[in-house]
Structures are given as C-alpha cells and as structure tokens.
C-alpha cells in the first residue's frame, strides 16, 4: 500500500515524497510580444536531468505555494508543487500578465497565448524532457483550457479542475441564462480578483444595495470589471475577448476534468468532457477523456474528510485517492505517453446511496428523461399547501405569488450566512408564501436521478420582465429538506437562450413581456447525482428569486444592473393539460 502523508486538520492525504525539492524563485519567461511573466521552478533533487514538467498558471500569486513544503502540517494550503516535485515532476508555478510580479496588463485575451509560449519556453530547457501538464482549479483550471486551444506541440495532458467558466454560454461561470450570480462572484471580485485590498462594508449589507453595478465602488474597492461583468448583454460582442470555448474549438490533448456536484458549474464540466470528446483533431485525444465528479464545494474534490460534509449535509465517506490518479495521469502522459489511459471515462459519487459509480458516457448509458408534472389545487404555496409531483399529468387551478425584490426568497446557503453554492435545510425557506412547493408522496423503493435537469414552465406576470427559479431537493424522511440543484430564467431572455444548448450562438436577444399573457419558458437546472431512497420524497420549489446567488430582476423591464427602482409582479405559473409545467429528470436503472 502507497504511504502517505495525512494532513491533520483532516482535509487531505498527500503521497510520501521520493525526493527533496529546492525552489528557485522569480524566473522571467518572456513571451512573444517581449512582456515578462515570472514563475517559481520547484526541482526534485536527484530525480534525474531531463524531466516531465507540471504548470500552474495562477491570477492569485505563486507566493503562497512558497510555504507549502511541509506536507503534515495543518496550515499547509498550497502543497501541490512540492507534492508534485517530491514525486520527481518539475512544478512551474506562474504569475499570469498583470498580476503580482509578472510584467504587462491583465488581459484575457492573451491567457492562451501566454500559456502557449510559456510551454514552449519549458519545452526548451536543458532540465525539460519535453513534456508538459496542466494543472489548476478555477481560474487555473480555465487556464488550461484556453491554453490547450492553441494546440501547443509539448502539452501532452491537462487537469483542469471546476473549469466550466471556459465555456461561451456561461462567462466564468459568472451569467447563468442571462442572470448574474452576485453571491460568490462578488466575493471574487472584491476579494481574489483584485490585487488592492481596502475597507470594506459588511456582506450581507452590500448584497442589498442598489443599483448591482455600483457594489464594488461601494464596499470601498479599486476599480475592476464587476461593472462591465454585470451590464455587458449575454450576445455582446465584449465576451469575445476572452477566448471562451466554443463549437469551433479544436484541442488536441488528453484531459482529465474534474468537479463536483455542489459547484456552480457542474454541468458546463460535463459539457466540457463531451466538447473534447467530440471537438478534438484526432482520434487519440478524443478517445483519452475523463472527468471525476465528487460531492463537495468548490475546488475540493480531493478532501479526504470523513463523513464529508458539504454545507449541512452529510454526504458519507468520500475519499477516492485522487492524488494517486492524478499522478497516475501525469506519469503516463508526461513520462510514457504510450496507449490509452485506463480509467473509466465517467467517475462519480452518487449523494444519498453515498457510494462511487462509473461509467463511459454522458449522460449516462440508459438514462430515462422522465417528466414530473407539477399539480395543486391552486394552493401550492409553501410547504404546507397542497402542491403534487407526479409523472402523471395533473390538471388544476392555476398557482400565484407575488414577488417583492425588496424581500426576494432567499438562496440556500444564505439562509446560514453563507455564499458557496452548498446545501441547507430548506424547512424555513419553504414556508415563504412566495415559493411553491411541489413533492411526491414518500418513495416505496430508491430512485436514482444522475444526469442534465431541465424544467418547463407556463407562467404569465403582472410585469414586463421577472425571472423563475427552480430547484430541486431531497426531503428526508425525518423532514430535512436539503436542494440538490437548481436553475433560473429570465423572462425577457425567453427567447435567447436553448436550455439544452452549450454555446453562446444559441442568443438570440431579449423581449419584454406581455403582461397577463402565457408564455413558456426552459430552465437549465445544470445537473446532480442524487439517490433518493426508500421513505424519501423528490420535492421542486418554484419561486422568483434566490438572492443573492442571483441578483435580483427588479420587474421594471429596465436595466436591472445599472437602476435601483423596483416593482411587485404577481406571477402565476400554469399546471394542467394545456399548460403542463414540469421538471424532467435524468432516471438511471
């Protein structure tokens, strides 16, 4: 059995290192255009003279890695170089342009060039075997991405971690079918995004003030781009600069993605996975494909914790020695580099039954896409109405709420002070008069739902524009009510947006609404793995608002990111045979 070295805070176990590692700080690699980018080389020493290299490109500085050497030590945040190096890589850790102590100005058009011209650069050192990885969460993780569309020669695989941002349709992970999410981004931009730290009012205060644009000059930042992220339309040509993945992307390297359940870009991951697997130029790449979802938060999958957690939910034991495939990944394509990589394509935790599963295709091989109609007598309002899921088709009364965006239903995790997307109790929120709750009598065998979600929705509204939230949760026999997923619409981008689709071509502009008039709308929920067992129930909460994960549409019909005055709607949402509102959910035998 492989040693290794346990973190004693209990978040993760790290392989005991072959080597020593020395750190020689501050390299300047220039890139094309002459500007400097510098980077940390971390060598393992007596490893050999021509060795495989692993580069992190990082917005957030490479210093912090500096402290990362002892693996034991419950402080330790940034091992992962010296993780690395002790099992014979060479780690470049890189500022990225304009930030820290790189030359130039951020700019992230230049991500994939600079990536590219930093593997050259690595390629021709004399200590280089010619190969080189990718590896990074997040903003590193996209990173990769972006890097690995400029095809260059020595990049011989990527790990890009919770790396869905890349994609066209989903900027960062930041706009969601035309809605900003404010909750952690936010945080990101007043925090991580800037390199200026200054005073700042309290969270929960600022999330409230209007207009959203003005937020960040109001918590006392510097200047960034929160204002041109949250006024910028989904189709205007301003996301161009960013290179985002889209159909015409051709990579051409063997990826490993990897995420997890509760983190706000689950499904662009496995739309990323798909994207490779079919967009790639040959036929090796396309065959070498991976992806790893666990049921954590962000950038956490590789937390040794047990039972894990995630928010208020105990998700059981969830380790899956990804340290070990990771390196198993690295060690095949940056030392051998010969055949595929064996490994199931798909690898997953199913949340509930609490256990991994596997298999080689997305969605998974004989998924049912089954329908749960929505029903009520017309009073379906909180959990204490009388509101039905069914798969068979209902037909009622109409239900109503009024929605307020000076009291908007509040996102999950807010309801316990926090913003990273994970699950809570949802008893107190549901009795809100402006949710609808729809729920299945209690199962009398498990269900497993794993795969895409998606709602269909008939509504009208007293407004011009309002949006429709829906979520999706899991109601324990002893009453514990904890959200699985969730989606949002905005009405006037009913039009723009193809629920099912991957890219940003899909937009198609915006229209305001009619009011009193029925209009259908599609609501990507993103995806989950969830088994529903014995004596659960599957529960879908329909509401206008789940702030601050979402800003607030103000129901004008004006600018919601630059204006501060609001409206009521009385929204009303259709369930009968004309109108059948549902969710459909991903079934698997």
Not at 94 to 109: K, L, M
């Given at each position: 059995?492989?040693?290794?070295?346990?973190?004693?805070?209990?978040?993760?176990?790290?392989?005991?290192?072959?080597?020593?590692?020395?750190?020689?700080?501050?390299?300047?690699?220039?890139?094309?255009?002459?500007?400097?980018?510098?980077?940390?080389?971390?060598?393992?020493?007596?490893?050999?003279?021509?060795?495989?290299?692993?580069?992190?490109?990082?917005?957030?500085?490479?210093?912090?890695?500096?402290?990362?050497?002892?693996?034991?030590?419950?402080?330790?945040?940034?091992?992962?170089?010296?993780?690395?190096?002790?099992?014979?890589?060479?780690?470049?850790?890189?500022?990225?342009?304009?930030?820290?102590?790189?030359?130039?100005?951020?700019?992230?058009?230049?991500?994939?060039?600079?990536?590219?011209?930093?593997?050259?650069?690595?390629?021709?050192?004399?200590?280089?075997n010619g190969k080189i990885g990718g590896y990074g969460c997040s903003a590193l993780g996209i990173s990769q991405v972006k890097m690995a569309l400029r095809q260059p020669p020595a990049l011989a695989a990527i790990l890009p971690q919770a790396a869905g941002g890349a994609m066209r349709n989903r900027p960062s992970d930041i706009i969601v079918s035309g809605v900003p999410e404010i909750g952690w981004p936010f945080d990101w931009f007043r925090n991580k995004g800037n390199q200026q730290t200054s005073e700042k009012i309290g969270y929960q205060e600022l999330m409230r003030t209007l207009p959203v644009a003005d937020m960040h000059e109001r918590s006392g930042g510097s200047s960034n781009y929160w204002r041109d992220w949250v006024t910028h339309e989904p189709g205007d040509p301003w996301w161009d600069q960013f290179a985002f993945f889209d159909e015409s992307s051709r990579p051409n390297v063997p990826a490993l993605f990897v995420n997890s359940?509760?983190?706000?870009?689950?499904?662009?991951?496995?739309?990323?996975?798909?994207?490779f697997k079919n967009q790639s130029t040959t036929e090796r790449a396309r065959r070498n494909q991976f992806v790893i979802i666990s049921p954590t938060g962000h950038c956490q999958s590789e937390s040794t914790?047990?039972?894990?957690?995630?928010?208020?939910?105990?998700?059981?034991?969830?380790?899956?020695?990804?340290?070990?495939?990771?390196?198993?990944?690295?060690?095949?394509?940056?030392?051998?580099?010969?055949?595929?990589?064996?490994?199931?394509?798909?690898?997953?935790?199913?949340?509930g039954a609490n256990r991994w599963k596997s298999a080689d295709s997305w969605p998974l091989p004989e998924t049912r896409f089954v329908p749960y109609y929505f029903g009520s007598g017309g009073n379906a309002n909180t959990s204490n109405g009388d509101g039905i899921l069914s798969t068979a088709m209902a037909s009622g009364p109409a239900d109503h709420y009024r929605y307020d965006p000076t009291d908007p239903t509040p996102s999950p995790e807010s309801i316990r002070g926090r913003a990273d997307g994970s699950a809570a109790d949802q008893r107190e929120v549901d009795l809100r008069p402006d949710r609808l709750v729809f729920q299945t009598e209690p199962l009398c065998s498990g269900i497993e739902v794993t795969g895409p979600l998606r709602a269909v929705l008939y509504v009208s509204s007293s407004a011009s524009d309002t949006d429709f939230v829906v979520m999706l949760s899991d109601v324990y026999p002893d009453g514990r009510v904890y959200n699985l997923q969730k989606g949002i619409a905005r009405a006037r981008y009913r039009e723009a947006y193809i629920a099912q689709a991957r890219y940003l071509e899909d937009y198609r502009g915006s229209s305001l609404l009619t009011p009193g008039k029925i209009y259908r709308l599609e609501v990507n929920m993103e995806a989950t793995g969830n088994w529903f067992g014995p004596g659960h129930s599957i529960r879908v909460q329909v509401a206008s608002s789940c702030f601050p994960h979402y800003a607030r549409n103000l129901n004008t019909g004006g600018n919601n990111a630059t204006e501060s005055a609001t409206a009521i709607a009385e929204n009303t949402l259709y369930h009968d045979r004309d109108y059948p509102s549902h969710i459909i959910l991903p079934v698997v035998p």
């Open positions: 059995m492989k040693s290794t070295v346990r973190c004693t805070a209990g978040c993760t176990e790290y392989p005991e290192p072959r080597y020593d590692v020395e750190l020689e700080q501050d390299v300047r690699i220039q890139m094309t255009d002459g500007v400097g980018l510098y980077a940390d080389i971390y060598r393992p020493r007596g490893a050999g003279e021509r060795l495989p290299t692993i580069l992190i490109r990082t917005p957030y500085s490479k210093e912090p890695y500096r402290d990362g050497r002892d693996l034991k030590h419950r402080d330790t945040k940034h091992p992962v170089p010296y993780m690395f190096a002790g099992q014979g890589f060479i780690v470049v850790v890189q500022d990225v342009r304009g930030q820290f102590r790189s030359e130039g100005i951020r700019a992230h058009a230049s991500e994939a060039g600079d990536g590219y011209d930093t593997v050259v650069w690595i390629a021709s050192q004399s200590w280089s359940w509760y983190d706000v870009s689950v499904n662009e991951t496995l739309d990323m996975f798909n994207a914790q047990t039972p894990f957690m995630v928010g208020e939910r105990d998700v059981g034991d969830i380790r899956h020695d990804c340290w070990s495939i990771y390196l198993r990944w690295f060690d095949h394509w940056l030392r051998d580099g010969q055949g595929d990589f064996e490994m199931p394509h798909i690898q997953y935790y199913l949340m």
